[in-house]
């Protein structure tokens, strides 16, 4: 009988927290690579999970991530407090991007971001209301079968 | 190509080193963008070549599973950077070359993207 898997955890981000950045997606990582999950999904929810955490540090005042692994999938779910994206559809495009010239000068800004977690992940949504926050939420399939 | 024969080509100095010298290395990316970086790289095991000089680089390349990474103009990554390398296991090297020259040169040794196009 396969046992049931069920890990989850939360981490808090705190905006503007450059030294961190990233750190807990690395977290998040390490635990998807100890588990038997192909390479290609580790790498697809790490660069996703890492896009949304960025977004959370360059723009907002703070947020949460949380995590559920199951046998099936990767669910990710970024809740912050910050600004807000006024037009959603306009965040998605390539390119486009409302960050300033010194987060540009520290590789990131490049509008790249939502567009990047959407590509990675199997399921993505993305809920905001200007001047509350954004929630966004990834679901990556873990597919039968394969294991690193 | 191993990172032995890579740093020999760039006439590099490798920085940090995290593994075997002779680790294979079969792709290169180039950018000072980390979100292109993270849409364009699609293949593990490659080279990150860059003029970007901080801790964001090292943590791009952790979760983009960049085995190595070479800063250009001879821009030496400071301690936190090659410190957060160190616990990452990845490779730092240093060139005097320009991004251009350096990834023509991998280009022309046969060294394809990371894209795993234009190949």
């Not at chain 1, 890492?50 to 999938?73: K, P, R």
Request: with cysteine.
């Amino acid at each position: 009988m396969t046992q049931e898997r069920h890990i989850e955890g939360s981490f808090h981000l705190t905006g503007g927290d450059f030294t961190n950045a990233g750190a807990a997606s690395s977290e998040l990582k390490s635990v998807l690579a100890s588990l038997s999950i192909t390479q290609e999904v580790v790498r697809r929810a790490a660069i996703a999970t890492f896009e949304a955490e960025m977004n959370v540090i360059i723009h907002a005042v703070a947020g949460v991530m949380y995590y559920l692994i199951t046998n099936d999938f990767i669910k990710v779910v970024l809740n912050d407090m910050g600004p807000g994206i006024p037009d959603i559809e306009q965040a998605m495009q390539e390119g486009y991007s409302t960050a300033p010239d010194w987060i540009r000068e520290m590789g990131w800004g490049a509008g790249m971001g939502l567009p990047n977690m959407k590509k990675n992940s199997d399921e993505f949504k993305v809920d905001s209301v200007v001047g509350e926050g954004t929630t966004v939420e990834i679901i990556i399939r873990i597919k039968e079968g394969k294991t690193q | 190509m191993t990172l032995e024969k890579i740093r020999e080509i760039l006439e590099g100095e490798v920085v940090l080193s995290t593994g075997d010298p002779n680790t294979e290395i079969t792709s290169v990316c180039s950018s000072d963008l980390m979100s292109d970086l993270l849409h364009f790289s699609s293949e593990p095991k490659s080279l990150l070549i860059t003029g970007l000089n901080n801790t964001q680089v090292v943590r791009t390349a952790e979760i983009a599973d960049i085995k190595a990474v070479v800063f250009v103009l001879d821009k030496r990554p400071d301690r936190e950077t090659v410190e957060m390398a160190r616990e990452k296991g990845i490779t730092l090297l240093v060139t005097r070359l320009s991004r251009f020259t350096a990834c023509g040169r991998l280009y022309a040794a046969g060294l394809g993207s990371c894209t795993g196009v234009n190949r």
